[in-house]
T-cell receptor, first 112, second 114 residues
């Protein structure tokens, strides 16, 4: 158990809908990262927040957005969902902006 | 562009046999290299990392990896595989000075025969 929690574990929704994935980092970690793991794209870095501020951006679609709240938990919002958004979404956290990342168990999103 | 290549999608070994998983990277600067393992239904766990210094790094669970700059490789090894090592293994390179932006390879799925 890495200490990173993600909810929900599974999410099934329809195309065009919007969902929110939640991540609670390890106690004391200030940085949160989001990754997408899909069969065709593999594991891709989406975005990083550090202490509430966006720190680094990867291949995140405009339909996706994220934020980190004052209590340091983070949410990833996915809107106008398409079939291709079906994937496993991982959250990771680290103490600082450039430290070892600890991964959560992931949220499996299925878009029908 | 930065990239990580894991040439072997699937590898099957017998329990007790030695293991080597290949990883090649493409990155202009000094790379920060990692190996992660993902067991079914689990998140990723860091096995080992290389930043600088000794090119042979030791990790958890009896794994080690060797950084070879001339070959742009960071291969993972284990002298004797256990059935519990069956999992998917990912090599990654860290950009922007270290950890914060990881580029992952496609992964190698390891099966272990009894």
């Amino acid at each position: 158990d890495s200490g990173v929690t993600q909810t929900p574990k599974h999410l099934i929704t329809a195309t065009g809908q919007r969902v929110t994935l939640r991540c609670s980092p390890r106690s004391g970690d200030l940085s949160v990262y989001w990754y997408q793991q899909s069969l065709d794209q593999g594991l891709q870095f989406l975005i990083q927040y550090y202490n509430g501020e966006e720190r680094a951006k990867g291949n995140i679609l405009e339909r996706f957005s994220a934020q980190q709240f004052p209590d340091l938990h983070s949410e990833l919002n996915l809107s106008s969902l398409e079939l291709g958004d079906s994937a496993l979404y991982f959250c990771a956290s680290s103490v600082g902006a450039y430290n070892e990342q600890f991964f959560g168990p992931g949220t499996r999103l299925t878009v029908l | 562009a930065q990239s990580v290549t894991q040439p072997d999608i699937h590898i099957t070994v017998s329990e007790g046999a030695s293991l080597e998983l290949r990883c090649n990277y493409s990155y202009g600067a000094t790379p920060y290299l990692f190996w992660y393992v993902q067991s079914p239904g689990q998140g990723l766990q860091l096995l080992l990392k290389y930043f600088s210094g000794d090119t042979l790094v030791q990790g958890i669970k009896g794994f080690e990896a060797e950084f070879k700059r001339s070959q742009s490789s960071f291969n993972l090894r284990k002298p004797s595989v256990h059935w519990s090592d069956a999992a998917e293994y990912f090599c990654a390179v860290g950009l922007s000075g270290g950890y914060n932006k990881l580029i992952f390879g496609a992964g190698t799925r390891l099966a272990v025969h009894p």
